[in-house]
């Protein structure tokens, strides 16, 4: 790397002189404050800066670029399950963004935020309500303290009807290897409103070099928000056996090519995932090193009445269209669903509803469900939720106590997401259902799907190869797992769409025009790899350092 020992010293220097101490922390501080992650990685970070606005983050961009010391940008550093606040390569400065937290601009009349990269979907939350401006956030499982800017540089994605959450972004402005400034070309041209307007501007799209890739430091971005709707509906399937799969995948097609704009992504779960998020992890019934047994997870998931897969969704539109919508949905799932529910969030007695639709053995856990249910009724109504989150606390960490907000990197969580796009067809997804199920349970992991529809053509699936990181033996197996997962997958042709800090180098080392333009493209624009090297870019190539990290 080029972050010599009198570089950093130098940097650290004007660093301070620029931001003051409270601002820049030494290696021991920045190893407290970012170290922490819940996939096993440690890494080098030898100091971390917390500018306040964009004149600042160019001009600490300026000094590593004349002390040649490599910087890793970060929102707010959440990026649970893929190595939170922790750089690809040993040795980069952590640039901490989340004191720029403002909401920058707001269009009411198109709907059209504009947000520095502290803003979180909590934040975001807040000045909805206080405004009282009926627009949804782009909420995800994360939490409300997830950044939405951080989220859209991982093209991460929710479910509400702006799934896409790099989708959503219109434009975005970015600080260059150099310290000078990345605009958009209409702006450039004149066209403020059109730029945050349209996203795709005009001549090369560049802003998409920005997500999952190393080029620059966003230091604003404008989302389209989706209104609220008059009517929210949530909906719940049980298909009881397993052999139903391939016909609630075609009904998932199905609902999803006839309702766009009406039906949001659908929900796919298997039993233990769901299991995961209404009981606790029956750790006394488990032998050691071994996954539930099936007679198990029958017996667990029959007593909860929950079937081999769980569909969940919402219907957003006019009363009117809703109404509709519900019969096109009820009718996909025909002959598919063997117990389904349509909740409206407007409904008063909506616990009460859910408590009916419970069946009887179920009512003294009934308390659990709703809580589940109301959780989920919230993200799919775009507000913040840490209902998705606690599954990170299922087989390891420590819940922190009254308000504490979750976090699962400081709470001693293990979890590596494997998170592949798996085509919408029956065979396809049957196929890689077995091979995740195969893969986990031989290397002693609970296998919990999800397969989230990004349209009527693809799945995003999610698996949280979850571990005890107490447990060396396990977190042993679990890396082992989810290496296998990848290769498995990929020979099957399943790409994940999203890579984390210690698997980076898996995808960016395996050759391809793509990586190599990738390359090519960085060296144009960051000659001495000072902004994330390793991030999506091959690192041989673009700044040294090693292959997928330093652990
Ligand atoms: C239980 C659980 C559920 C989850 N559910 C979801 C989910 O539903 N959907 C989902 O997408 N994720 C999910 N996550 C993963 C993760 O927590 C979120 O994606 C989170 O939003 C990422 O962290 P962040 O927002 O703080 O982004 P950050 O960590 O700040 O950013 C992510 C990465 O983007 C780059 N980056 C960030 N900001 C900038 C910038 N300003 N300029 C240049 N590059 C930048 C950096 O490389 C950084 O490492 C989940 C995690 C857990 C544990």
Excluded at 34 to 51: E, H
């Amino acid at each position: 790397m080029t972050n010599q020992v009198g570089g950093l010293t130098g940097a650290l220097a004007e660093w301070r002189a620029l931001l003051g101490d409270r601002r820049v922390s030494d290696e021991v501080d920045a190893a407290v404050r970012y170290g922490a992650n819940a996939i096993g990685a440690t890494r080098r970070i030898p100091a971390a800066l917390r500018p306040g606005t964009r004149e600042e983050v160019q001009e600490l961009v300026r000094v590593a670029a004349r002390w040649r010391v490599p910087l890793y940008p970060v929102s707010t550093g959440r990026n649970w399950g893929y190595g939170a606040a922790n750089p690809v390569v040993d040795g980069c400065v952590v640039v901490d963004l989340s004191g720029m937290d403002r909401v920058v601009e707001f269009d009411r009349e198109l709907g059209l935020v504009t947000v520095e990269p502290g803003v979180t979907q909590g934040g975001l939350a807040e000045f909805l309500e206080r405004e009282g401006l009926p627009f949804l956030v782009p909420v995800h499982g994360g939490g409300p303290g997830c950044s939405l800017l951080g989220n859209a540089m991982e093209r991460g994605y929710g479910i509400t009807p702006h799934a896409d959450h790099f989708g959503a972004l219109t434009t975005l402005e970015a600080v260059l290897p150099d310290g000078s400034m990345y605009h958009g070309a209409l702006a450039s041209l004149g066209g403020g409103l059109v730029d945050r307007a349209f996203k795709w501007g005009v001549g090369p799209y560049l802003d998409g070099i920005f997500s999952q890739g190393g080029y620059g430091i966003v230091t604003r971005a404008t989302f389209a928000l989706a209104p609220v709707p008059e009517h929210l509906e949530v909906f719940f399937f049980t298909v009881p056996a397993e052999e139903g799969l391939e016909r609630a995948v075609l009904a998932v097609r199905e609902v999803q090519r006839r309702l766009p704009g009406l039906v949001g992504s659908t929900n796919l779960m298997n039993a233990r995932r769901m299991l995961s998020m209404v009981a606790p992890y029956p750790s006394d019934r488990v032998p050691a090193g071994q996954t539930m047994p099936r007679e198990l997870v029958a017996s667990l998931a029959g007593g909860l009445q929950i079937g081999a897969w769980t569909g969940l969704g919402a219907i957003y539109g006019t009363r009117r269209t809703a109404a509709a919508a519900r019969g096109a949905v009820k009718e996909a799932l025909r002959g598919v669903a063997s117990r389904s529910v349509f909740l409206s969030s407007t409904e008063a007695s909506w616990a009460s509803r859910v408590a009916g639709w419970l069946p009887e053995a179920l009512r003294p856990r009934e308390a659990r469900y709703v809580g589940l249910l109301q959780g989920a009724l919230q993200i799919l109504g775009g507000r913040p939720s840490n209902v998705a989150l606690r599954l990170a606390y299922w087989r390891g960490g420590r819940l922190p106590e009254g308000n504490t907000p979750l976090d699962p990197a400081r709470d001693g969580c293990g979890i590596l997401w494997y998170a592949p796009l798996v085509p919408l067809l029956p065979d396809r997804v049957r196929t890689y259902v077995g091979g995740v199920e195969a893969t986990c349970l031989e290397h002693g992991i609970e296998p919990l799907i999800t397969l989230t529809s990004l349209s009527d053509r693809c799945f995003d699936s999610t698996v949280p190869v979850l571990y005890d990181p107490a447990d060396a033996a396990m977190a042993d197996r679990a890396r082992a797992c989810y290496r296998a997962l990848f290769e498995g997958g990929r020979a099957e042709g399943f790409v994940p769409y999203r890579a984390g800090i210690d698997s980076m180098g898996w995808y960016t080392g395996s050759g391809g025009p793509s990586w190599a333009l990738a390359a090519r493209i960085k060296r144009a624009v960051d000659p001495h790899g000072i902004i994330a090297p390793g991030r999506y870019v091959p690192t041989e190539v673009a700044g040294g350092g090693g292959e997928g990290g330093g652990t």
